[in-house]
């Protein structure tokens, strides 16, 4: 029940009255949840609807064909202070355009990233801009589906599903790899948070995995928590890895929020930093300038990634002829004061 890209349309009750062999007004009562309709005639067209990627049109009357001058931002997480950023570039390159971003938030939730989606494309924005390229397969209809620009960010390790604007975090991962064996360390522990619902985490995480085994090392230890991150989780989780594995020289953490709170416990136990042990975050964060120290990390371009997406949106719905793009963008390494310089 998917369609190719090249016949993006908007699908209509037709489309779902075909493919659930039942008619267009019974179609309609299931969806507007109105009349009396069998349970087994209901689930039918419900599943052929989610299979679809169909989703109602809340514009009534004269609007029903048009979109409106919203952009819809589809992230996991406010609390993150990844995505402000990438949120404030979206907003100031739309700002002279027209067009309004509107943000969901799915708190690394695929069914409720599924129900977001669901939600803003009922209104018919203009675009959407949405973080990652794994969704289920219901969301994954829906984009696919639908008739106005769709841009992925953050992550281009996967197929997009139109535009794509990110890093490769699994490369990411290997470059930090590399450039930790390249200053000497050898005994190394990861802590990670969120994860494995933080694709992006996950996917560094192997990329890091891969540049030890190049070397022929392995982890010596990790820590994983299910939360979210907090520089509190990053003093309590260090704490425990090092009682548990205190020959550690190094410790690559899954975000600078974490590694900070893991700089702050070295710093407190009088632990020489990057002598002793060295560490290393992600996302270059810029609460690390009020540090003393400055965490090692790498620029995950996500003020990039918000303009870049932004700009093919504004694009696409002046002119739906544009062809989609894929756009990666290469993260830097700020080793900061925690690695050993060579």
Known sequence: ???????????????????????????????????????????????????????PNK???ALASQRVNLVAVIIPSLSNLV???V???????LE??????????????????????????????SGVIIAGLEHTDAARAMLQNTDIPVVEIMDVDGEGIDSVVGISHRRAGLHMAEA??????RQIGFIGTKMPEDHRARKRFEGFKEGL?????????????????????????????????????????????????????CSDLGMDVPAQIGLAGFNGLDLLDGFSQRLATMD???????????????????????????????????????????
Do not use: H
């Open 87 to 93: 949120l404030s570039n979206i907003s100031d390159e």
């Open 180 to 185: 930790i064996i390249a200053a000497g360390y």
């Open 1 to 55: 029940m998917s369609r190719p890209n090249d016949l993006r349309r908007p699908l209509t009750l037709r489309d779902v009255s075909e493919a659930s062999g039942v008619s267009e007004m019974t179609v309609s009562r299931v969806l507007r949840n109105r009349g009396d309709v069998s349970n087994a005639t209901r689930e039918k067209v419900l599943k052929a609807a989610k299979t679809l990627g169909y989703v």
């Open 213 to 265: 085994a190049k070397a022929g090392l392995t982890l010596a230890d990790t820590e994983f928590y299910a939360g979210g991150s907090a520089l509190a989780k990053g003093r309590e989780m260090t704490e425990t890895l090092l009682r548990r594995s205190p020959n550690l020289d190094f410790i690559y953490y899954s975000n600078d929020m974490v590694g900070a709170g893991g700089l702050l416990y």
């Open 59 to 61: 514009i009534a009357g």
């Open 300 to 342: 995950a371009c996500r003020g990039e990634i918000g303009r870049k997406a932004a700009q093919i949106v504004a694009k696409r719905s002046q002119n739906d002829q544009v062809a989609s793009e894929v756009i990666e963008l290469e993260p830097v390494l700020q080793p900061g004061d925690t690695i050993r310089r060579i």
């Open 96 to 125: 002279d355009t027209g067009l309004q971003p509107v943000v969901g938030v799915t708190n690394y939730s695929p069914e409720k990233e599924e129900q977001v989606l669901y939600e803003m494309l009922s209104w018919r924005p």
């Open 83 to 85: 995505f402000p950023k």
